[in-house]
């Protein structure tokens, strides 16, 4: 764990609880399992409802948005072949270029809109923030204000009518079915009864929502197709189906895959009464975001994960960097007995080795265990 990283205790619950009635929001406005540890209301995190009875879709005839159908649709198929372009025709330079553009989108979503801004799970200093947010223009995702409204309601009303890709409704409703549909009501309903404040309070955030139609197109299409046209002379065609629609089209599906896939496949180590589900294929391509039964267990960690491996969570290697030079701070975790204490009473019984002590070490591996700066006792 980082320096910064902050196990949560018991003081530390009560006093989030504490801070929050004192900052003038209620027991109705509570962000229930997104921002504050303490709206869990017993010692593991388990949120005091039954989540079998919120598992519900609603029968309703969508009303398509005919739009977006046209618009995901050309998308996809001008990604297809930017696909086919990316390995047979673009210069490597461009190839490169693409998948640097695609990886700073992916920590704009992950790192920015995502842990920092939608669950607060670590708080960045400006020239942090203003990163984050070019990264996240470039990934074209709405405002990062939007996304992180969004993913509130996502949480605290998981699997339910009310959350925007309710995959209670099906892999492809939750993966793209939902932007090409207009929201049920209750997505909108219980939107508005959020407390957004903290977003309204950051000044660079509601910068990118003011001029967001004009930062946008520039950051996610006009600037990716210029700049191998002018820098190392690429054509139009690749510039455009390879650096920008291939490279947008593949992030886009996978941040989905966090919403559609990590809802289905994988084991529920934490929590085997709720969907979402530890997914390492979605971890790999989305620096992090797919160990969601972690997540959703515990949504305020700064990792959305249980373990440090930076392999599959290349986001939690960026906001320790930066949290070594101090642009990242306050980065909240979960204490190792807490984990524990939830996994032995809603697990699935997947759970790996616990760490240092854990009964299922075998012999072998615990002679193998190195300790550096050792103490005499």
């Not at 009875?53 to 398509?64: I, V």
């Not at 948005?65 to 649709?73: A, D, K, M, Y």
């Not at 039964?293 to 491996?309: I, L």
């Not at 392999?311 to 909240?332: E, H, V």
Request: charged share 20%; with cysteine; aromatic share 14%.
């Amino acid at each position: 764990m980082p320096p910064n990283a902050a196990a949560l205790n018991h003081n530390t619950l009560d006093a989030l609880v504490a801070g929050q009635k004192d900052n003038g929001v209620n027991e109705a406005s509570k962000q229930t399992g997104v921002l504050f540890e303490g709206d869990a209301d017993t010692a593991d995190g388990a949120l005091a409802i039954d989540v079998n009875q919120r598992k519900r879709a609603e029968k309703r005839k969508l009303s398509l948005v005919w739009r977006n159908i046209i618009l995901f649709g050309y998308l996809h198929v001008a990604a297809l072949y930017g696909g086919w372009l990316f390995f047979t025709s673009a210069k490597w330079p461009t190839v490169f270029f693409s998948i640097f553009l695609y990886s700073i989108g992916v920590l704009g979503i992950t790192a920015g809109a995502h842990r920092l801004w939608a669950h607060r799970s670590y708080k960045a200093k400006w020239p942090l923030r203003l990163i984050l947010i070019a990264f996240n223009t470039v990934a074209f995702q709405d405002a990062a204000y939007h996304w992180a409204r969004d993913h509130r309601v996502h949480h605290k009303f998981s699997e339910t009518d009310a959350d925007p890709h309710n995959a209670t409704r099906g892999f492809f409703f939750s993966h793209v079915g939902w932007l090409l549909c207009k929201k049920h009501p209750d997505v909108i309903a219980k939107g508005k009864s959020l407390d957004l404040t903290d977003l309204h309070a950051d000044r660079i955030l509601m910068w990118q929502l003011k001029h967001y139609m004009i930062l946008m197109p520039l950051a996610c299409f006009i600037l990716p197709t210029v700049i191998p046209m002018f820098f190392w002379g690429e054509s139009f065609v690749n510039s455009w189906f390879v650096a920008t629609m291939f490279r947008w089209c593949f992030l886009l599906n996978v941040t989905w895959c966090v919403n559609s896939a990590a809802h289905k496949f994988g084991g529920r180590p934490y929590d085997k009464n709720i969907n979402p589900s530890q997914c390492p294929a979605v971890s790999a391509f989305a620096f992090g975001e797919g160990w969601h039964n972690y997540h959703h267990v515990f949504p305020w960690d700064y990792k959305t994960a249980e373990w440090g491996n930076y392999s599959l969570n290349l986001t939690t290697a960026f906001i320790d960097f930066f949290a070594k030079i101090g642009w990242a701070y306050d980065l909240k975790s979960v204490s190792e007995d807490i984990i524990e204490k939830r996994v032995k009473r809603t697990g699935d019984g997947s759970h790996e080795l616990w760490g240092y002590g854990d009964k299922d070490i075998t012999k072998e591996d615990e002679e193998g265990i190195i300790i550096i700066n050792k103490k005499s006792e």
